[in-house]
Nanobody, 115 residues
Framework: VQLVESGGGLVQPGGSLRLSCAAS????????MSWYRQAPGKERELVAA????????NYADSVKGRFTISRDNAKNTVYLQMNSLKPEDTAVYYC?????????WGKGTLVTVSS
């Protein structure tokens, strides 16, 4: 199982970023995919999750209405569209899959929201 995140960077408050997570090593279309984040000095937290076919999504209260998770099963990729970014969104963002009872994580992509 391999997960590779991309798309992070420095953005001003109010700006947008789109994160991508390319997956391989498992049948992507069969599994729930999740985005987590970890800010400096804080625990890792769930940001959003999406079911295998993409029909159901779930969001942390702190990002509802601003972030959108989606997936393209033909490309084995999950996305996180982040709008109206705030300084408190600054964190390393990770994608995760639970495969055969084991959680697999990517190495993360850093998002910094600052003026």
């Amino acid at each position: 199982v391999q997960l590779v995140e991309s798309g992070g960077g420095l953005v001003q408050p109010g700006g947008s970023l789109r994160l991508s997570c390319a997956a391989s090593g498992f049948t992507f279309s069969r599994y729930i995919m999740s985005w987590y984040r970890q800010a400096p000095g804080k625990e890792r937290e769930l940001v959003a999750a999406i079911t295998s076919a993409g029909g159901i999504t779930n969001y942390a209260d702190s990002v509802k209405g601003r972030f959108t998770i989606s997936r393209d099963n033909a490309k084995n990729t999950v996305y996180l569209q982040m709008n109206s970014l705030k300084p408190e969104d600054t964190a390393v963002y990770y994608c995760k899959v639970r495969f055969n009872g084991v959680d697999y994580w990517g190495k993360g992509t850093l998002v910094t929201v600052s003026s």
